[in-house]
């Protein structure tokens, strides 16, 4: 970040803290009962969780206590799918939803999209406001938005295919299953027109072997962006090179290690993130969840915005310890993609009788003699022992949106011998 850059992000930070001391009372009671304030630092902020909010939200329902505005102020209540516990409430104004649609938009546009594309949505619209900030963005540029919720996968390939869609955007899993389809139900040519598959929700567009998966299946380009209820849109795709940037005229950025401190270069660590222009429901040093590099290179192409090398590669709340060794569900999915023949697969967590941590993996593939190629991998790559299952094409399950592929059957510490 330039020193311009610097002063400026200060400058915003500060006149966040003034406007939620005086009007935010949730921010103001964390805030005061640590003795900070107007004039804080922004590295002095207790890094915020989404349990606080919750928290919240409970002792003071429907909405809690996280707001700047009195709650008429507020157009737009989403939440949070809730895959890690309670779901939260997160209220916008008129004025954060613009700013939610003017992010959207600059994503698309990084990403190719213009007002010539026709962009299939391929999921319902539900709570979560992923869904609606989508269309809004489209608008914003001008694309035609093409609804395809509550269609069979068999409808959703065939309006794609009659409308001439351009661009798919859904999950990286459901990219997968969508090919899938096409493949059992000899319904390729429907996805002829498709140029961009945009996806979202999941590490996996960002693991190169997924993406090369999805671009070779379309015959088409998989872009990834990232983003958050609680933090808003934040990662756009790297245009040029890989992974994802965070533009730092909207978001401060930082990356940090368990213990809260910044992760040193060429680490992994958390993505911590306050959002300089949305004050309806602010969130300040806000822990994503979300673990990424910390690199301080900038990209191959050479842009100004901080980079992620490889965007989002995995979620704290996905890591297991298994024998002191942090395993990401997502580096086991990197491996098991790169096999070409490779279908769905499922990670099992689980305690062998002698007290130790193993990590089964089922996978579907067509060649049984992979299973030890696989096993290899996970050796070299993840310095462990995978126990690997080869199982028949389409026998495990499958699912639309965000797929849920790990299972932990860990015995509670006490229960070990
Ligand atoms: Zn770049």
């Not at 546009?109 to 962009?119: F, L, Q």
């Not at 096409?182 to 929700?201: F, H, K, N, Y």
């Not at 999941?202 to 609680?230: M, Y």
Request: net charge negative; proline share 6%; charged share 25%.
């Amino acid at each position: 970040m330039s020193p311009v850059a610097v002063v400026e992000r200060d400058e915003r930070v500060a006149e966040l803290l003034e406007l939620v001391m005086e009007r935010n009372a949730f921010q103001r009671g964390r805030l005061e009962a640590l003795g900070l304030g107007t004039g804080s630092r922004l590295e002095d902020l207790p890094p915020l969780t989404k349990l606080e909010l919750v928290a919240d939200q409970e002792r003071n329902p429907p909405f809690g206590t996280n707001l700047t505005f009195p709650v008429d102020a507020y157009t737009h209540v989403h939440q949070t799918s809730g895959t890690t516990g309670r779901p939260l409430r997160v209220l916008d104004t008129a004025d954060d939803w613009r700013w939610w649609r003017a992010r959207f938009a600059h994503t698309l546009e990084v990403a190719g999209v213009g007002s010539a594309d026709r962009v299939a949505l391929a999921y319902s619209f539900g709570p979560h406001i992923q869904f609606w900030a989508a269309k809004e963005g489209l608008q914003e540029i001008g694309s035609m938005s093409v609804a395809l919720g509550g269609m069979t996968s068999v409808q959703r390939l065939k309006t794609i295919g009659e409308v001439g869609a351009t661009a798919v955007w859904c999950t990286p899993t459901y990219a997968l299953r969508l090919l899938e389809v096409a493949i059992e139900q000899r319904l390729e040519s429907t996805l002829d027109t498709v140029e961009r598959v945009l996806c979202t929700g999941e590490p996996g567009a960002s693991l190169p072997a997924v993406q090369s998966r999805i671009e070779e299946g379309f015959e088409a380009r998989c872009v990834d962006h990232a983003g958050l209820t609680e933090a808003g849109p934040f990662g756009y795709p790297c245009p040029d090179g890989h992974g994802l940037h965070v533009d730092e005229r909207e978001f401060a950025v930082e990356i940090l290690g368990e213990d809260m401190q910044a992760a040193p270069g060429g680490e992994r660590g958390e993505l911590v993130l306050t959002p300089l222009n949305r004050t309806g429901f602010p969130v300040l040093r806000y822990r994503t969840g979300d673990i990424v590099v910390n690199s301080d290179e900038r990209c191959p192409a050479g842009h100004d915005d901080r980079w992620l090398p490889g965007g989002i590669v995995g979620r704290t709340d996905d890591m297991v310890v298994i024998r002191g060794m942090n395993v990401y569900p997502s580096a086991i999915e990197e491996a098991v993609r790169n096999i070409d023949s490779s279908g769905e697969f499922r990670i099992t967590f689980y305690t062998e009788p002698s007290g130790l941590d193993e990590v089964k993996l089922e996978v579907e593939l067509e060649e049984g003699s992979e299973a030890r190629r696989l096993q290899e991998t996970m050796r070299q790559q993840l310095g462990i022992r995978v126990r690997i299952v080869p199982v028949a094409p389409g026998l495990l399950p499958r699912e639309e949106g965000k797929a849920r592929r790990v299972v932990d059957d860990r015995a509670p510490r006490w229960q070990r011998p």
